[in-house]
């Protein structure tokens, strides 16, 4: 993934974060860092696929915005994964590993329950990423499942831009809190395969992220 991009990316963050906190109407602005799990898959019928373990971690800040609702805007950076089925031989089949890297970019609303204790987030996220890498340069050949030519290696330049939905559940204490977040991928993010000259050529999957992480609040 190219810096350039991080970069731009990680200016955005700093200029809005500085906006929502001159905006803050009752003077309550917390600066978050995150850590957490991450559970990834594309939904797909064009492949066979297993959802996978990865990681993500970043900076976020969370301003009073009006009534019991805040606004959130963070940067993250992950790591995921995800497994593609296929062949060497009819004998020799399994699952490939995948690995996704990027950086993205959210904008939440947040309805608070409970304020400083339970809210519930929504609201966009902006992701950008590098290839679909092969984990193993050993499966570059494998045939993927349900094709006769497209191998392992044909499918790692995916779409680098994509937009998710973000909704999830956050609780604990002011200054720690454990979230739970579902993102769902309202883009093509295997467009990009289209334009490669493959044996197919009207390839279509969402990503699907389940994230599992703690947030620490200053």
Same mark, same amino acid.
């Given at each position: 993934?190219?810096?350039?991009?991080?970069?731009?990316?990680?200016?955005?963050?700093?200029?809005?974060?500085?906006?929502?906190?001159?905006?803050?109407?009752?003077?309550?602005?917390?600066?978050?860092?995150?850590?957490?799990?991450?559970?990834?898959?594309?939904?797909?019928?064009?492949?066979?696929?297993?959802?996978?373990?990865?990681?993500?971690?970043?900076?976020?800040?969370?301003?009073?915005?009006?009534?019991?609702?805040?606004?959130?805007?963070?940067?993250?950076?992950?790591?995921?994964?995800?497994?593609?089925?296929?062949?060497?031989?009819?004998?020799?089949?399994?699952?490939?590993?995948?690995?996704?890297?990027?950086?993205?970019? =959210?904008? #939440?609303?947040? *309805?608070?329950?409970? $304020?400083?204790?339970?809210?519930? +987030?929504?609201? !966009? @996220?902006?992701?950008?990423?590098?290839?679909?890498?092969?984990?193993?340069?050993?499966?570059?050949? =494998?045939? #993927?499942?349900? *094709?006769?030519?497209? $191998?392992?290696?044909?499918?790692? +330049?995916?779409? !680098? @831009?994509?937009?998710?939905?973000?909704?999830?559940?956050?609780?604990?204490?002011?200054?720690?809190?454990?979230?739970?977040?579902?993102?769902?991928?309202?883009?093509?993010?295997?467009?990009?395969?289209?334009?490669?000259?493959?044996?197919?050529?009207?390839?279509?999957?969402?990503?699907?992220?389940?994230?599992?992480?703690?947030?620490?609040?200053?």
């Amino acid at each position: 993934m190219s810096l350039k991009i991080i970069f731009f990316v990680t200016i955005l963050f700093l200029f809005t974060q500085e906006s929502i906190s001159q905006r803050n109407f009752d003077g309550s602005n917390f600066l978050g860092i995150t850590g957490g799990y991450t559970m990834f898959d594309i939904m797909t019928s064009d492949f066979n696929t297993k959802q996978a373990g990865g990681f993500i971690g970043g900076f976020s800040t969370r301003g009073a915005f009006r009534n019991d609702f805040d606004l959130i805007f963070g940067l993250n950076y992950f790591s995921n994964n995800v497994e593609i089925f296929g062949a060497a031989s009819s004998s020799e089949t399994q699952y490939i590993d995948y690995n996704l890297q990027g950086v993205q970019l =959210y904008f #939440l609303g947040s *309805y608070n329950i409970i $304020k400083n204790y339970l809210s519930v +987030e929504f609201g !966009p @996220v902006l992701n950008v990423s590098g290839k679909l890498k092969l984990k193993s340069e050993t499966f570059e050949d =494998y045939i #993927l499942d349900g *094709y006769t030519s497209l $191998k392992a290696k044909d499918i790692q +330049e995916v779409s !680098p @831009v994509n937009f998710h939905l973000h909704g999830g559940i956050t609780g604990g204490v002011k200054n720690f809190r454990l979230s739970a977040q579902y993102q769902y991928g309202v883009t093509n993010m295997l467009g990009k395969l289209n334009k490669n000259d493959l044996e197919y050529d009207n390839f279509k999957g969402n990503s699907s992220l389940i994230v599992l992480a703690g947030i620490f609040y200053f």
